[in-house]
């Protein structure tokens, strides 16, 4: 069975400081894999989605990136502010349309 | 504005009492999806429709049903809730199939509670 992880569950880190978390996952046939954001109380909004073939993508202050070959992805945040405080999850799809998340790491910036 | 919508955002229910929530999108989205979302489990995929009258299940279906008649909705149906049904479920819904490389937007949630 295909898995996605997510460590650490949960950071907290100062303002202003770069930071990265970090996925791994089992699928050697992944399709994409996205970053999400989520809110307290809110629904999921998505950040950044990287297809296989690709190796980064950036947007603003962050930046994903993919390794297939070793099954991981991070998501790097430059310059973090308190509005980043906010529970990020990456999920891994497979050709087949099924998409696997993991549980998210649930990131706290300190002003 | 574009946007998913859920109906009810929260719902206290008991064991057994048929229950409806629904979901709609303003978007003319094909692809539509139903995730329940519960602590230490993350989040995960109970049904999934391609467009109308087409749906799939996902990872944990049992429980559950659903429909797709019309292209902006897609209602999730709990004919007999149980307990173990209590979580926070979210819609999604996409402009094509999410290997298509097609960005999905969520719904705000609905928290259930089964008694």
């Known amino acids: 069975k295909q898995e996605v992880t997510q460590i650490p569950a949960a950071l907290s880190v100062p303002e202003g400081e770069n930071l990265v978390l970090n996925c791994s996952f089992t699928d050697s046939a992944i399709y994409n894999l996205q970053w999400f954001r989520q809110d307290p109380g809110k629904g999921l909004t998505s950040l950044l989605l990287i297809q296989s073939s690709q190796r980064e993508q950036t947007s603003g202050r962050l930046n994903a990136s993919l390794d297939k070959s070793s099954g991981r992805s991070t998501l790097y945040i430059a310059a973090s502010q308190p509005g980043d405080s906010a529970t990020y999850l990456c999920?891994?799809?497979?050709?087949?349309?099924?998409?696997?998340f993991g549980k998210g790491t649930r990131l706290h910036i300190l002003p | 504005e574009a946007q998913v919508t859920q109906n009810p955002r929260y719902l206290i229910t008991v064991t057994g009492k048929k229950l409806t929530v629904t979901c709609s999108q303003n978007m003319n989205h094909e692809y539509m999806s139903w995730y329940r979302q519960d602590p230490g489990l993350g989040l995960r995929q109970i049904y999934y429709?391609?467009?109308?009258?087409?749906?799939d299940k996902g990872d944990v279906p049992e429980g559950y049903k659903v429909s797709r008649k019309e292209k902006r909705n897609f209602p999730l149906i709990l004919e007999s809730p149980s307990p173990n049904q209590t979580s926070l479920y979210f819609c999604?819904?996409?402009?094509?199939?999410?290997?298509?490389?097609?960005?999905?937007?969520f719904g705000p949630g609905t928290r259930l509670t089964v008694l």
């Open positions: 999920a891994e799809l497979d050709r087949d349309d099924k998409i696997i």
């Open positions: 999604a819904s996409s402009s094509g199939r999410l290997a298509g490389d097609n960005e999905q937007f």
């Open positions: 429709s391609m467009n109308v009258e087409v749906t």
